[in-house]
């Protein structure tokens, strides 16, 4: 594989989405300056692929806009934070729509894993009050997971 600063960028985002994780841990929340950073970053990595602005830069917002919308509604009924939300969009910026897919269901199984281990977890120490799941590192995990395809996975 060569590398050239598209995969710079790429590894840009892998360290961000490991600090989302980190710090989703640490804190429960998502700072809004590194979900817009992950946003943002994804305007200069379009360049450096050369993505055109139409169809493919149009498709990547409508499809970011989409997850953005669906998530909110989760968020509606209190079972997603707004960071995971703004998280989950800002990340569809950088994919194309087959790897959405792939983030969302990779994240999803990340995500019911993490919550069945804190949940066992919580029961087991009797504690009584509600239970936090730090989804932003789901979210994580499935992007680390994409970027790990793109760089690990060189024979398929």
Do not use: C
């Not at 989703?24 to 929340?29: E, H, I, P, V």
């Not at 990547?60 to 969009?89: E, H, S």
């Not at 977890?121 to 730090?134: D, G, N, S």
């Amino acid at each position: 594989m060569q590398w050239g600063i598209s995969e710079l960028f790429v590894l840009v985002l892998a360290a961000a989405l490991v600090a989302v994780a980190i710090g989703d841990l640490r804190t429960r929340t998502i700072p809004n300056w590194l979900n817009l950073a992950i946003a943002l970053g994804a305007i200069p990595f379009w360049y450096v692929t050369d993505l055109g602005l139409w169809p493919d830069v149009a498709i990547r917002i409508g499809i970011a806009a989409a997850v953005f919308a669906l998530f909110a509604a989760a968020f509606a009924l209190g079972m997603m934070g707004g960071g995971d939300v703004k998280l989950l969009a800002a990340l569809a910026l950088w994919l194309p729509a087959p790897a959405v897919a792939m983030l969302l269901v990779v994240m999803s199984l990340a995500g019911g894993a993490l919550t069945l281990f804190l949940a066992l977890r919580h029961r087991m120490a009797r504690r009584q009050e509600k239970l936090e799941i730090p989804y932003g590192v789901a979210i994580a995990f499935g992007g680390l997971w994409l970027i790990g395809e793109r760089f690990l996975n060189q024979f398929g």
